[in-house]
């Protein structure tokens, strides 16, 4: 087939990509690498600032039209799927509707459903916008409440899910939140991991549990790295002799891997039920995630025997009391270690997971 991957969030079609490649498809992706992160992509249509770079990406997208049309399979990472204004991108996603044969959206991340779900009905126990029925006000989460609610992203968002194909959710959050509506044509699928060639999944040095934490500046509060960091610290003032803390900030994703390796845990987004790419990078590496691991993300994969995420309530005493735990009882990590690999081969493997989009796409 051929296949156009339009966007990208944490490496997720450019993963995908390479499987389907691997398997005989012919694709191309046309993104802007995920902003600062810069993720392989055959077409690269990052915006400059300001209003000349709106401008500049309008007529680089318009001269590209011919190569975005022909296709078997257009996927859109998100609504907002090109770094224009929402009103802009209608026009976009008809044309993209018209010149090829089917279309679909992922649920991958930010966007309406996501906002308006966890803010007003709440299915999910704690989110990035509610904390039970308690809605969340702090300012990152307020700032896409009023982004996303009520505005023509909304709108443009609305419309894309209800004239698309399919919509692809990446996570059981995101699947909880378009399924009530789109029960029809959404379809939880994992996100793809490529496995290294290796993984050290037995410590060589035991002396000190090595926790690493990669942070987002723009999105630390919304995605409560600040409190993980806090707690991350004060186990580490704590226990200096049993914990070291490896802390990166807003690097591009090739030094943020290269920056991983060697560690034996991750922190990652305190208000997930579910790991997310980088974590599932780093447990495919024999990294131990520490994070989002809710009963709910091991049912939609059918998973009843590997526990390998530590998983932790929304809160600082979380976060404190089971790290504490882990770095004092290190005999624990070597098979945690092994099963989150054995986690990420048996329901994230690229190949795998590329086999499911294509019986979804053709279904």
């Known amino acids: 087939m051929k ?14 990509a390479e499987a389907l490649r691997q398997l005989g498809h012919q694709v191309t992706v046309i993104s802007n690498g995920d902003f600062f992160k810069d993720y392989p992509r055959d077409i690269d249509v990052a915006r400059k600032p300001g209003k000349l770079g709106g401008i500049q990406l309008m007529l680089k997208l318009y001269a590209l039209l011919p190569q975005l049309q022909g296709y078997d399979v257009v ?18 996603y008809r044309y993209l509707r018209k010149h090829n044969k089917r279309l679909f959206l992922g649920a991958f991340g930010m ?3 996501w906002v308006h779900t966890c803010t007003y009905e709440k299915p999910l126990r704690y989110s990035d916008f509610n904390i039970g029925d308690k809605v969340r006000t702090d300012a990152e989460a307020t700032y896409y409440q009023h982004d996303w609610l009520g505005t023509s992203k909304e709108r443009l968002n609305k419309m894309i899910a209800q004239d698309c194909d399919g919509i692809i959710a990446g996570l059981y959050e995101y699947w909880a939140c378009y399924q009530p509506q789109f029960a029809d044509k959404t379809c939880f699928i994992p996100f793809p991991i490529r496995m ?17 934490i990669g942070i987002n500046r723009q999105r630390s509060a919304y995605k409560g790295t600040d409190i993980m960091l806090q707690a991350a610290i004060d186990v580490t003032t704590k226990h200096p002799d049993k914990m070291k803390l490896v802390k990166v900030e807003s690097v591009p994703f090739a030094q943020y891997q290269k920056l991983m390796e060697g560690s034996d845990a991750i922190l990652d987004q305190l208000y997930a039920y579910t790991p997310s790419m980088n974590p599932l990078l780093a447990m ?56 989150s690999v054995e986690y990420v081969r048996k329901h994230h493997d690229y190949l795998k997971v590329a086999r499911q989009y294509l019986d979804f796409w053709t279904k």
């Open 196 to 212: 290294p060639a290796e993984s050290c999944t037995v410590r060589c040095d035991t002396s000190k549990t090595i926790i690493f």
């Open 284 to 339: 495919s590496k024999g990294i131990i995630c520490i994070g989002g691991g809710e009963p709910e993300n091991y049912g939609i994969i059918n998973e009843n025997e590997l526990r390998p995420i530590i998983n932790v309530a929304p809160t600082y005493d979380s976060v404190f009391h089971e790290l504490e735990k882990l770095v004092l009882n290190p005999d624990r990590i070597p098979e945690l270690k092994r099963q």
């Open 3 to 16: 296949i156009l991957l339009v966007g990208e969030y944490s490496n997720v079609h450019a993963t995908l």
């Open 111 to 113: 966007d309406y459903y």
């Open 75 to 92: 996927q859109l990472i998100n609504p907002m799927f090109f770094e224009l204004k929402a009103e802009r991108l209608f026009w976009f």
